[in-house]
Every structure is written in C-alpha cells, then in structure tokens.
C-alpha cells in the first residue's frame, strides 16, 4: 500500500512552482512614414520626427503630442496630428524642429495606403517661429 501512494504522490506536480508573467513585454516597432525631408531639414532628423509622428498618429487622441530627439546632432521637437481623420484615412499634421539654424514648423498631409503603411504628402515648412 506504502509503494501505490507514493507512486501516485510522484504524478502530482507542486503547481505553486509555475512562474506567471515571465513572458516580457516587446516593444512595438513603429513604420517609419514616407516621404522625403523639406529642404533644409537633415535627413536624420526627419527619420526621428517622422517616427514620433507615427507613434502620435497611432496614439489616437486628438492633439496628442510626441517629443523627439536626435541624440547626433541634437536636433528635437514635437510632432502633432492637428484635427480629426478626414473621410479619406488623412491627417493633417505639425512638427517643430529646432536645430542649429533655429525653429521651424512644418506641416502636411498624413495619410495610410491600403497596406497600413503611412504616407506623408503637402509636407512644407511654415517659417520660423
């Protein structure tokens, strides 16, 4: 009888040693948007604005606004979706830029194709602020 209980306490597994939540978190990789850089705006501080452009975009509130920063050449601002989404899957859109030459504003034209993918268009710099 002692070798039949204990064969059965050996199937027995001690749940109390299951971990929970040890899958971490990763991070979402954002698209960068299409669309060239205004002239006299670096191309790597468009990459940068262009991606928190994309995370305000997919924040969806209204006004929502996305500091950046480009660490190499100490470049930053914001970027801010500016209105409601059009009837065509568009946003219009601002993002600051201050750079060795000052502050800029530039706006345009957010808008996703059919794969998802955003795309920038009427981009223009609106003159120094």
Avoid: Y
């Avoid at 790597?44 to 920063?69: N, R």
Wanted: with cysteine; glycine share 12%.
């Amino acid at each position: 009888m002692a070798l039949s209980v204990a064969g059965c306490g050996a199937l027995i597994r001690d749940d109390d040693a299951l971990v929970t939540g040890s899958i971490k978190p990763q991070p979402v990789s954002l698209a960068v948007p299409q669309g060239a850089p205004p002239a006299g705006i670096a191309v790597s501080d468009w990459m940068q604005a262009k991606l928190a452009l994309e995370g305000a975009l997919a924040a969806k509130e209204e006004g929502a606004s996305m500091p950046w920063e480009n660490k190499a050449t100490g470049a930053h601002g914001t970027a801010t979706p500016v209105g409601a989404l059009k009837d065509n899957k568009c946003r219009d859109f601002r993002i600051g830029i201050v750079d060795h030459r000052g502050e800029h504003w530039v706006q345009g034209e957010a808008c996703r194709d059919t794969r998802g993918i955003t795309l920038l268009n009427q981009v223009r710099i609106l003159g120094q602020a």
